[in-house]
Structure formats: structure tokens, C-alpha cells
T-cell receptor, first 111, second 116 residues
């Protein structure tokens, strides 16, 4: 079945270092979403990408959607302790609104 | 309310008992999702409601799980004859659901279910 895979599963960084998580879909996606879940919290929507090759920035966060619309990445520049949490990518199931989430990348930031 | 609400926030039950989990979506949101999240894991899709259309139940793990959405608003997820492996956080989300570009999902705080 359709799958959304995310790597790495975990990432430990020193505060100030950069961080990147990658998302790969087994099928072409009409759009891709990114969510952040703080420890003990619930997922919070960050952004949605729709266009092939699209790049969007939110302060220190840069999101990219691949040309083939099958992969995406989230890059955080100069991480801060407030970036700690799990980052999920999610895409729509082919033919419907059902959403398939990646397994997430958990980010640990050491001060 | 301003956001998605869920109740109860915590539920401890004994194996074999039935439980009901409630979700109040954001007013005006036509789409409603239920997910299950085990400790440290990702989100497992359970069921999706969109307006008056038949729900997508493809993620329900067994026939012990069912959900309904009354009047296009409040939803209830029912788990019958609970098992220990049902222990998890059950998350509800809603979205405008009008088109793909309005699929931003707003999550509730979740219900933490513990089956003893």
C-alpha cells in the first residue's frame, strides 16, 4: 500500500547546529504537510506545500517539495531548545482525503 | 470553542470493558479524523468523516472499533471489549475539508487510554 517514509528516526544536535529531516512517498503526492509535536503535546500544523519544486521558509525553517512531488524535506538552521519535538510529514492517500503520516523524526537539542 | 476538544483526557479501564471517546471538532469543519498514537510512535489513521459522505473506515484495526459522527459535528469512537494492546493516545483532528488546499488538520489534545 501507499507509504510515507521519514528519516532519520532520531536526531541529536547541539544547540546552534542545523537539522534536516527527509520524507519520501511511494506515490506522487498532490500536496505534503508538515506537523510538529512537542513532547506530551499534540501535532500542530506547520505548513503545506503544493507545487513541484516549491520552497517555503518560516524564520529558521525551510521546507522543500521535490520536483517529482514524491519527496520533501524540512531544514532547521541554528537549532534552539524550543525546536525540540517530533516532526511529521503527511500526504493525502491517492484518491481520497485520508492522510498518511510518516513515522516522524524526533529532534533532541542539547543546550 | 476555539479548537478541537476531546473527552475524557484520560481513561483507565479494565480489559474486556467498552469505552467511548468523544471529539468536538472546530465549528464549520466538515472533515474529522481519528488517529491512534502509541508511545513514541507515529500516527495511525483510524477513520475519516467528510460531510454526509460514507466514512472511510479503512484504518479501523478490528470490528471492536467503531465510530459515528452525529449531525456532522460531534464524533464518538467506541472500542468494545478492550484489550491491553488498545492502550494508546487517541487523537481527533478536524479540517475544513472542502478541497485539498484546505486540509490543514487541527488536532485535539487527545485521550490517553490505558487498558489494565
Amino acid at each position: 500500500g501507499q507509504q510515507v517514509m521519514q528519516i532519520p528516526q532520531y536526531q541529536h544536535v547541539q544547540e546552534g547546529e542545523d537539522f534536516t529531516t527527509y520524507c519520501n512517498s511511494s506515490t506522487t503526492l498532490s500536496n505534503i504537510q508538515w506537523y510538529k509535536q512537542r513532547p506530551g503535546g499534540h501535532p500542530v500544523f506547520l505548513i503545506q506545500l503544493v507545487k513541484s519544486g516549491e520552497v517555503k521558509k518560516q524564520k529558521r525553517l525551510t521546507f522543500q517539495f521535490g520536483e517529482a512531488k514524491k519527496n520533501s524535506s524540512l531544514h532547521i538552521t541554528a537549532t534552539q531548545t524550543t525546536d525540540v519535538g517530533t516532526y511529521f510529514c503527511a500526504g493525502p492517500h491517492t484518491g481520497g482525503f485520508k492522510t498518511i503520516f510518516g513515522a516522524g523524526t524526533r529532534l533532541f537539542v542539547k543546550a | 470553542g476555539a479548537g478541537v476538544s476531546q473527552s475524557p483526557s484520560n481513561k483507565v479501564t479494565e480489559k474486556g470493558k467498552d469505552v467511548e471517546l468523544r471529539c468536538d471538532p472546530i465549528s464549520g469543519h466538515t472533515a474529522l479524523y481519528w488517529y491512534r498514537q502509541s508511545l513514541g510512535q507515529g500516527l495511525e489513521f483510524l477513520i475519516y468523516f467528510q460531510g454526509n459522505s460514507a466514512p472511510d473506515k479503512s484504518g479501523l484495526p478490528s470490528d471492536r472499533f467503531s465510530a459515528e459522527r452525529t449531525g456532522g459535528s460531534v464524533s464518538t469512537l467506541t472500542i468494545q471489549r478492550t484489550q491491553q494492546e488498545d492502550s494508546a493516545v487517541y487523537l481527533c483532528a478536524s479540517s475544513l475539508g472542502l478541497a485539498a488546499e484546505y486540509n490543514e488538520q487541527f488536532f485535539g489534545p487527545g485521550t490517553r487510554l490505558t487498558v489494565l
